[in-house]
């Protein structure tokens, strides 16, 4: 797969390395895009990794003097999902975040491989170019900043150059005059891709809109503006006949394309009802909300950095620690940790069902958050601490949650259950009380093909039941 990983503990070692061999070295941040695409037989040209996600800072999430929000390279869509500034100040990039795969990949994926992929589905993208965002690129020639709007040049295609490193994401806090809302439409309510995303960001005054801005996802080769839609809007209140012929601009701007998700035609009408019910949530204030205690399976959204002077090569062995348990590895250099997990360390409880991120069977505990181990690079797992399936049992004793699988007939074939343990156990670690949409919410990364899911439902508010009131 790759040759080289080298993991940085400073980004200026990742932008010299990148100055030094351009298109042949690529950053990983979470590895969710990049794991499927080298896995697959892509980018051929590459031959290093350079992992930036053991920097210190890289997380951070700020607003400055003048009120613009910045987002380091590392914030993922987990971190989104549990800032306070960004539910605050950019509600429809957290609707976004939240509408991301599974608890699973948004503990991995960032906002910055996001923008980066330049899937015009991706989700990220379409609220941020709404919010009027700019990235900084940074090479060892120095910084450069560009606008989302100019950013994309066609699918999967940007002006990040080979030796650039993208090292901020920033835009203007939304204001109080300000409404926004973003709304994908999909085939299913988690694991999708959009069929279509919309972003909306409006300036009212005494009613009135000052300024628009209204972004399409998945309906052109690049997210674009309803520029025309844009242009009706401003100086109208929002009432059904501007709604209506809003919508009709709308539908207008996007060109879709048919692939295996939907017809062009399907598409195109789907694109006017979202318009439509952005622009009513607009009016009557009912921008759509996100859990307030959502459920990230993550105990941190921090991740455990290298100290400074640390440079992990392949020439060193893979030191960490499974289930409490120290291990040293001088293979698995190119491989997934799932692997590494299965070949190398012999802990076979944790499953592949499809290597793509959509099943959960690979579901461990990386650092404090259940990831799915088949799009994390082995070497990820050097000075991490990792529980698998063979470590949430404690002394001999089955975890409340495997006793409950049990009892109440939630296994069948058993393939997909390490990973349903996995996730269940980190919901009750995260909320020991669950709703039962929070443990709906938890199983979303996790698919399984026999059993039916309620009496999976019913294990997991049994276990939470016996966490709650342990029998003594
Ligand atoms: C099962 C599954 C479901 C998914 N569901 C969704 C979904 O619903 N919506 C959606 O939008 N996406 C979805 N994704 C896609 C994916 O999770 C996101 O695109 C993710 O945000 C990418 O971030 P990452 O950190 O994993 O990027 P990586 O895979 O690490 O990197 C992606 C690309 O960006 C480059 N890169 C990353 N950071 C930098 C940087 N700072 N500077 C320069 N280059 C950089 C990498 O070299 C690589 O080319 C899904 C993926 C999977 C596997
Ligand atoms: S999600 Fe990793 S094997 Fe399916
Ligand atoms: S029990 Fe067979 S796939 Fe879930």
């Known amino acids: 797969m790759w040759k080289r990983y080298i993991t940085v503990s400073k980004l200026e070692e990742a932008i010299e390395i990148k100055a030094a061999e351009g298109m042949s070295a690529r950053i990983v941040a979470g590895a969710t ?162 069929l279509v995303n919309i972003a909306m960001v409006m300036d009212f005054e005494n009613g009135f809109i000052q300024n628009a801005n209204i972004t399409l996802g998945a309906v052109a080769p690049t997210i674009i503006h309803a520029r025309e839609a844009e242009r009706l809007l401003i100086g109208k209140q929002i009432n059904d006949l ?90 698995g250099w190119d491989k997934s940790l799932l692997r590494l997990l299965r070949e190398d360390a012999g802990l076979i409880g944790t499953k592949e069902g499809c290597a793509e991120g959509e099943c959960g069977a690979c579901t461990v505990i990386l650092d404090g958050c259940a990831v799915m181990s088949c799009l994390v690079p082995a070497p990820r797992a050097y000075l991490a601490e990792i529980q698998t399936i063979e470590g949430v049992s404690t002394d001999g004793k089955l975890d409340p949650v495997q006793t409950a699988f049990m009892e109440e007939g939630a296994v069948q074939c058993g393939y997909c259950t390490p990973g349903f343990i996995m996730s269940a156990h980190k919901l009750l670690e995260e909320y020991p009380t669950p709703s039962q949409e929070q443990i709906l919410q938890s199983l979303t990364g996790n698919l399984c093909r026999c059993t039916g899911y309620y009496s999976i439902i019913s294990a997991v508010e049994k276990a939470a039941k016996a966490v709650r009131e342990p029998e003594v």
């Open 33 to 194: 895009d990049l794991m499927l695409e080298l896995e697959k037989g892509g980018h051929k040209e590459v031959s290093t990794l350079v992992d930036i996600s053991r920097v210190n800072g890289l997380n951070s999430i700020h607003v400055d003097d003048d009120g613009w929000i910045h987002l380091g390279p590392m914030v993922t869509h987990n971190s989104v999902i549990a800032s306070s500034i960004l539910r605050k100040f950019a509600a429809p990039l957290v609707q976004a975040c939240w509408s991301v795969g599974s608890p699973q990949i948004r503990n991995r994926g960032t906002v910055a491989g996001n923008l980066i992929t330049a899937s015009p589905a991706n989700d990220t993208i379409t609220p941020l170019m709404a919010m009027g965002a700019y990235l900084v690129l940074t090479s060892t020639n120095g910084s450069r900043i560009v606008s989302l709007d100019e950013f994309y040049t066609g699918v999967r295609k940007t002006l990040l150059q080979p030796h650039e490193v993208l090292t901020d994401i920033y835009f203007p806090a939304i204001r109080e005059n300000q409404k926004g809302i973003f709304i994908k439409y999909a085939l299913r309510n988690a694991q999708a891709i959009s």
């Open 242 to 331: 501007v709604i209506r012929e809003a919508a009709d601009l709308v539908q207008m701007a996007a060109k879709p394309i048919t692939d295996v998700r939907s017809s062009a035609e399907y598409r195109k009408k789907i694109v006017r009802v979202v318009a439509k019910r952005g622009l009513e949530a607009l009016s009557l204030q009912e921008t759509p909300t996100i859990p307030e205690n959502p459920v990230l399976l993550s105990t941190s959204v921090d991740p455990v950095c290298l100290p400074e002077q640390i440079v992990h090569a392949q020439t060193e062995k893979i030191i960490t620690k499974i289930n409490g348990k120290s291990y040293e590895f001088s293979s």
